[in-house]
């Protein structure tokens, strides 16, 4: 490499930043509330009613989409519905799908829990 292209000094300490403010607790405006989620669930159901149970259970569950797209039949257990096997409870962040830009699965990733 020619001396040319080499650094004389670190351009980064002239760089001035502070790190930003970070809010302590999560604002009401950014949760979705009840009436929201139901207008939501309600609005879906309308347009896309194979979407209602994905963001039914983000909503409820509390979980992320990947979580949620991840989920199997015996990880849910229905108040009231027999449908066997409870499953462990656990719920992997990572799905075992590829997306593509399509929205659809494209292949998977790996296997459930990893």
């Known amino acids: 490499m020619s001396p040319a292209k080499l650094l004389t000094s670190n351009p980064l300490i002239s760089v001035k930043w502070k790190t930003p403010k970070v809010a302590e607790e999560v604002s009401p ?6 009436q ?3 207008a939501l669930l309600t609005s879906v159901e309308k347009t896309m009613d194979q979407l209602t149970a994905f963001f039914a259970v983000m909503y ?37 799908r590829r997306w ?9 990733v790996g296997s459930h829990g990893s």
């Open 29 to 34: 405006r950014r949760v979705v509330n009840p």
């Open 60 to 96: 409820y569950s509390a979980l992320r989409p990947a979580e949620a797209v991840d989920l199997t039949a015996d990880e849910i257990d229905l108040p009231g519905a027999e449908n066997g096997d409870e499953g462990d409870g656990s719920v992997s962040a990572v799905p075992r």
């Open 36 to 38: 929201q989620a139901a």
């Open 100 to 108: 593509g830009p399509t929205g659809r699965a494209t292949g998977n």
